[in-house]
């Protein structure tokens, strides 16, 4: 059974961290290149952190560059997001997503309250 299960989400004070997992389960993990996207309320899904397949190369965007670490674990078939320094309004629902050619899965997702 083909699968993406987001873990690791919580509450969180500002300027607080986190460490999300999303386990793949039913694909060869080493095709799949690996994203972690976010939807706050009442806003667009929006991409935070991607990795290579082989996981060599990452990128971020600068909302979170620097704060935010992606990393893929092969042996685990688990990609990470290593999240520093949270505001409020990194408050969301995070999803990993799974890409290769016109395969496109998504996990569940993983609420992120970030609050004192």
């Known amino acids: 059974q083909v699968q993406l299960v987001e873990s690791g989400g919580g509450l969180v004070q500002p300027g607080g961290s986190l460490r999300l997992s999303c386990a793949a389960s039913?694909?060869?993990?080493?095709?799949?290149?690996m994203n972690w996207y976010r939807q706050a309320p009442g806003k667009e899904r929006e991409l935070v952190a991607g990795?290579?397949?082989?996981?060599?190369?990452?990128n971020y965007p600068d909302s979170v560059k620097g704060r935010f670490t992606v990393s893929k674990d092969h042996a685990k078939n688990t990609v990470y997001l290593q999240m520093n320094s949270l505001q409020p309004e990194g408050t969301a629902v995070y999803y990993c997503?799974?890409?290769?050619?016109?395969?496109?899965?998504w996990g569940q997702g993983t609420l992120v309250t970030v609050s004192s």
């Open positions: 997503g799974a890409t290769w050619k016109w395969t496109i899965l």
């Open positions: 039913g694909i060869t993990f080493t095709n799949f290149a």
């Open positions: 990795i290579t397949s082989d996981g060599t190369s990452t």
